[in-house]
């Protein structure tokens, strides 16, 4: 994650400002269980990692996301479609992920879908790593990239697996854990979604959400004195989303979120301010602008009577689509 701004939606108003600093990757575990066979071998981490990249640098070359044909997924290649339509209208450059990864992990499960996690090394000193999700759908299928975030800012992921053990794919209702990961998903999104104090405490403070809350006061303060209305809809995607056991006892939730930005002022003509948006946007504006995202959140639960509530420590915000309704 550099040191930059994330914008929600384009009328000034700035989502959160992250300050970067050094993020430490712990190395995998090095002691398996006896009956533990990792899903995926170094070796093979390492050339679908590599293939991936080759892919992503012939089509940022080319900035065709059409290019994305093998190791990305359709959702990931949409994503970065959007990119390159947002920098050819005069926008942000984009997102830089290197193709140098410090770790794998991957499961030891035998069903699928099944994912396999890398975490590059930073960019540059004012980025942090940018945690990376293939995910494989049936025994004959490749390893595609599906998602990928970028490291909060002073997050500590905890110790993985070895991919020689593989890490357990957990159920959504696995106890032993401060909360179960499906828990973790249902509070976050609600927490998300109405800013219910029920559930602030339950989550170790974050800037996706603070930055979420402050646009969204902003932005319905402003529509509101002009007689319209701002709502933030998320939903998570529950057959994207899963969690893994890391190697002390926790695990690590990936959640996928949609979310919808709808700015309204009936009888209002509104105005887009930056040509990247313009460039997004899907029907004639007059007094509606609907903004949407495909975002990922890692968070981080720990074992069962820890002190340390379940904490965010990566996320990815993907602007996917602008339009009128």
């Known amino acids: 994650m550099t040191r930059r701004t994330w914008v929600r939606i384009a009328v000034g108003i700035a989502a959160c400002v992250l300050s970067a600093c050094s ?53 990931a290649a949409l994503v970065r479609g959007v990119e390159y339509a947002v920098e050819a209208a005069g ?45 494989q759908g049936d025994a004959q299928g490749l390893y595609e990239l599906s998602s ?4 909060i800012p002073g997050a500590v992921l905890p ?15 696995a106890s032993g854990f ?39 006061s902003s932005l319905s303060s402003s529509a509101k004195g002009r007689g319209g209305t701002y709502t933030d809809t998320i939903e998570a995607n529950l057959d994207e989303s899963f969690a ?4 002390e006892g926790g695990a690590l939730v990936f959640v996928q979120l ?15 301010l ?15 602008v609907v903004y949407r995202y495909e975002d990922v959140v890692i968070v981080r639960l720990w074992p069962e009577g820890a002190e340390t509530p379940p904490t965010v420590v990566a996320v990815g915000q993907h602007l996917v689509g602008v339009a009128t309704s």
């Open 23 to 75: 993020v430490a990757i712990p190395e995998p575990s090095t002691s398996p269980s006896l009956d533990g066979r990792g899903a995926v071998l170094d070796a093979q981490a390492e050339r679908i990692a590599r293939q991936t990249f080759d892919e992503i640098d012939a089509a940022d070359t080319a900035a065709d996301a059409a290019l994305l044909d093998e190791r990305v997924s359709e959702g």
């Open 244 to 247: 893994l056991a890391d190697a």
């Open 91 to 135: 926008g942000s450059a984009p997102e830089v992920i290197v193709g140098d990864v410090q770790a794998f992990y991957t499961t030891d499960s035998d069903s699928w879908p099944r994912p396999l996690i890398g975490v590059t090394v930073p960019a540059d000193p004012d980025d942090t790593p940018v945690v990376l999700v293939w995910s």
């Open 274 to 288: 930056a040509s990247a948006d313009k460039a997004l946007l899907e029907g004639t504006l007059k007094s509606r």
């Open 178 to 216: 401060t909360m179960t990961p499906g828990e973790a998903i249902e509070q976050y999104v609600a927490l998300l979604n109405d800013g219910s104090d029920d559930f602030d405490q339950a989550f170790a403070p974050d800037p996706y959400r603070e930055g979420m809350f402050q646009a969204r």
């Open 148 to 151: 990928w975030a970028s490291m």
């Open 159 to 173: 110790a993985m697996p070895s991919l020689s053990t593989g890490a357990s794919l957990l159920a959504l209702d």
């Open 258 to 272: 949609a979310v919808t930005s709808d700015f309204n002022v009936p009888g209002a003509q509104l105005t887009l």
